[in-house]
């Protein structure tokens, strides 16, 4: 069966602007969550949502957001974007226990000029 | 908080030599652990998992031990590949409190292994 998909792939954006990714999970998975990976900071978990509910947010400002839609897909959102946003953001979807395996996504590469 | 370290390398072995990353968390209550690999241009991947003490999690060669009295998850192989060559990511989700579908990452371990 299919992976799970982000769109798009590579991004290039100015300071000031916003952007939206968007994630498609697995199909029957029902847990999505949003990871950013810096060479600095690393992984870092930034919120996970089921059922069209965010379950869990990490520390990040209120410049991030997400929303999960009824067929699963979600997208996240960053406004007002800085340097410091640039990154890889990795979507990774599971089914609903913490035992499952999260299975993840090829990112989306996203670049802040 | 929940923490996980691990020795960030680089690491550089022939093939054929033997592998351990080394990896120790901090965690309130009973965590699940993860090792993760990432190819370069990829996602990560799952690469072996424990839910509890004692379990020892393997894929592919790889083998890792869930040790509660030192609060580690070293992981290991006895000869590893050219085609090993990626980043290792070691990360726990703690299962009380509500966070448990938040992955905690190491900051990684990039390893190179050479013909």
């Known amino acids: 069966k299919a992976g799970v998909t982000q769109t798009p792939r590579y991004l290039i954006k100015t300071r000031g602007q916003q952007v939206t990714l968007s994630c498609s999970p697995i199909?029957?998975?029902?847990?999505v969550s949003w990871y950013q990976q810096t060479p600095g900071q690393g992984l870092q978990f930034l919120f996970e949502?089921?059922?069209?509910?965010?379950?869990n947010k990490g520390n990040f400002p209120g410049r991030f957001s997400g929303r999960q839609f009824s067929n699963s897909r979600s997208e996240m959102n960053v406004s007002t974007l800085e340097l410091g946003d640039s990154a890889l953001y990795l979507c990774?979807?599971?089914?609903?226990?913490?035992?499952?395996?999260?299975?993840f996504g090829p990112g989306t590469r996203l670049t802040v000029l | 908080g929940d923490s996980v370290t691990q020795m960030e390398g680089p690491v550089t072995l022939s093939e054929e030599a033997c592998l351990t990353i080394?990896?120790?968390?901090?965690?309130?209550?009973?965590?699940?652990l993860f090792w993760y690999v990432q190819y370069p241009g990829e996602g990560l991947q799952l690469l072996l998992k424990?839910?509890?003490?004692?379990d020892k999690g393997s894929n592919k060669g790889f083998e890792a031990t869930y040790r509660k009295e030192t609060t580690s998850f070293h992981l290991e192989k006895g000869s590893v590949q050219v085609s090993d060559s990626a980043v290792y990511f070691c990360?726990?989700?703690?299962?009380?409190?509500?966070?448990?579908?938040?992955?905690?990452f190491g900051k990684g371990t990039l390893l190179t292994v050479n013909p």
């Open positions: 990774a979807s599971s089914w609903d226990t913490s035992y499952n395996e999260q299975f």
């Open positions: 199909s029957g998975h029902r847990s």
């Open positions: 949502y089921f059922s069209e509910t965010q379950r």
């Open positions: 080394n990896c120790t968390y901090t965690a309130t209550g009973y965590p699940s």
């Open positions: 424990a839910t509890k003490a004692d």
């Open positions: 990360a726990l989700t703690d299962n009380s409190g509500g966070s448990n579908y938040k992955l905690t």
